[in-house]
């Protein structure tokens, strides 16, 4: 009997043990929207310090054409984000029928405009209106989102502008974890122009000149690139950062042991057991079991880009105040 209860207790104990030990080999996952949550605090101070010296309230004008429903939840977010860190806002909302000359007009309307310090036009736009005129349209310097051709050169010769908004929180991410980037290997999954492309740019660039980037050796991989070549990638990196929109892409026997995981995908998905629609990304969450570190979908990139947006937004309404006042 006591050998039967000696063995029981000793089984509970291996258990217990092993549940231990399996759950501290678990990947950190990177509270994006706490950290997010104190950038935009640090960042509502620093505006009441600017306009108690004389700086003027930064006001940022949001455009949407169409009626898209998760553009409209974006800029609503954007919006609720403005008035927690004490910057002016509004909102331009545009049919679908709007024709590329008339959006032309707006934007032209709102780079006159002195009192309007940043301008975002909420992409996608209407299949009929190009997306790079309208991105290039913006003024560069009231251009928060980054996205305008002179912005996107001055990050790729690393110079000082303005850095799309979710690159640049991916970026501060890794350096708030203090994420070794130096020499390690990266791969950026996807190759978009808004996104993945400026991702590489920092991952890869100097970390001495004006953009501060991360030193790290970089692969881009994406949509032709072959499945065996992917995880071949995948398994060298130290540093993965996905943004392709395909759910579940990057899986646990992709992963090197202990990489950070960085996934920036945003999926809504139908579950056939509830029949609930759910938000997951491009990497399955499983990985969590292999990485050092993995953000979550929804609360991790996501709220660090409305706060790289807002930083943004600060960082051109004083540079446009300088500029006047030096002229």
Known sequence: MLRRTLGSIAVLAFRNYSAKSFCSNMAQIIDGKGIAQEIRSQLGQELKESVAAGYPVPHLTAVIVGEDPASEKYVANKMIACREVGISSETKRLPASTTQEELLQVIDDLNKDQRVTGVLVQLPVPEHINERTICNAVDVDKDVDGFNELNMGRLALDMDGIIPATPLGVKRLLEHLNIETHGRNAVVVGRSKNVSLPMAILLHADGKYA?????????????????????????????????????????????????????????????????????????????????????????????????????????????????????
């Open 211 to 327: 953009t501060k980037a991360l030193d790290a050796t970089v692969t881009i991989c994406h949509r032709y690139t072959p499945a065996k070549e992917l995880a071949r990638h995948c398994r060298q990196a130290d540093i993965i950062v996905v943004a392709v929109g395909k759910p579940g892409l990057i899986t646990k026997d992709m992963v090197k042991p202990g990489a950070c995981v960085i996934d920036v995908g945003i999926n809504r998905i139908k579950d056939e057991t509830t029949g609930k629609f759910r938000l997951v990304g491009d990497v399955d969450f499983e990985v969590r079991q292999v990485a050092g570190h993995i953000t979550p979908v929804p609360g991790g990139v996501g709220p660090m880009t409305v706060a790289m947006l807002m930083e943004n937004t600060l960082k051109a309404a004083k540079k446009q105040f300088c500029n006047r006042n030096s002229s």
